[in-house]
């Protein structure tokens, strides 16, 4: 037992250290990535606290508030358009019980006049603007405005008008494939493997599970993107469906867990931007730069734009 103990020692201490320089030092392993844009501010659903969600005069206000990228989820219509909209079913943002997939464009209700914001609870946005977004004129009217763009469902055909609008805007270094699943990430980058992409859910957990073995400064990344909640809205003003996120504990357990500065710092390091979310108060967007997030996502555009005015962040990788 000593006799084995007298090399277990020695190679731990090695690992240990080794992986812990290298992850302060990852350009040693690793070169670093350099996307054709930076984002510091993101506005969720282009802003759905100012304005209706993900409606082109949402999208309209965050741009000319200075927003870096717009973010937004997409659907199709029975008739194969690919309208922008958070939920598939729309009896929450128009009080009709129907699904995208069961209308044509031009049967799409009207969102609500007055709509609650989902990671604002008892906040309430409205607008001029009440009909739902095709993607394609989002495009057309923000050709070089960065776009992550979210696919819920396992929607083959969805996916590939997605991919083929990308292409036909010729944005593909300005457009972010996002999904929490990995199957239907997986097909994303399979339609269109150019553009850069987001983490999901399982690769997330890995990359906890890397970071945490000492192994995350040896392995590979090809995601450009982490976005992750701010725990610390989490019952605060998020109030989460699942009850287990409404266990006080639970969610301290999320927040010792992932929010390690070290490791935002290293994927900074490695060219992976790191995004917190839904920061909708000045003391969360604090908190997310403290940490270290590159970027702040938000449903209020003017006031992560006041809050950067008064704070200005440091890009640490040139266009």
């Known amino acids: 037992m000593a006799s084995y103990l007298y090399y277990l020692i020695p190679a731990l201490g090695g690992y240990t250290f080794t992986s812990l320089y290298l992850l302060k030092n990852p350009h040693i392993l690793h070169k670093k990535k350099c996307p054709a844009f930076y984002c510091t501010h993101i506005s969720h659903r282009g802003g759905s606290g100012e304005k209706i969600e993900s409606t082109m005069e949402a999208f309209t206000h965050a741009v000319e508030e200075g927003t870096d990228m717009l973010e937004l989820d997409c659907h199709l219509t029975r008739d194969g358009h690919v309208i922008v909209s958070h939920d598939e079913n729309l009896l929450r943002q128009t009080g009709r019980d129907v699904t995208i997939s069961s209308v ?184 997310a730069f403290t940490l270290g997030a590159t970027g702040v996502m938000t449903d209020y555009p003017a006031l992560l734009s006041n809050y950067l005015r008064a704070h200005p962040p440091t890009i640490p990788c040139s266009q």
């Open 104 to 287: 044509n464009l031009e049967d799409l209700p009207l969102y609500k006049e007055r709509l609650e914001v989902t990671f604002y609870a008892g906040h309430y946005s409205t607008g001029k603007d009440r009909q739902f977004a095709l993607l394609e004129d989002v495009f057309s009217k923000f050709p070089r405005i960065p776009i992550n763009i979210e696919i819920k469902e396992d929607n083959s055909q969805l996916i590939k008008k997605v991919s083929s609008l990308v292409k036909q805007y010729g944005r593909e270094d300005i457009t972010v494939w996002a999904s929490v699943k990995s199957n239907i990430m997986r097909k994303c980058r399979r339609e269109n493997p150019s553009m850069p992409y987001m983490f999901t859910k399982s690769r997330g957990l890995q990359l906890l599970l890397l970071y945490y073995t000492g192994l995350l400064p040896f392995v590979p990344l090809g995601e450009s993107f982490l976005q992750f909640y701010l725990p610390q809205i989490i019952n605060r003003t998020f109030i989460p469906p699942s009850p287990i996120l409404k266990n006080k504990m639970v969610i301290s357990m999320i927040e010792k867990l992932t929010m390690r500065k070290n490791l935002f710092k290293h994927l900074a390091e490695r060219g992976i931007q790191v995004h917190l979310f839904v920061c909708n108060e000045e003391q969360d967007i604090e908190t």
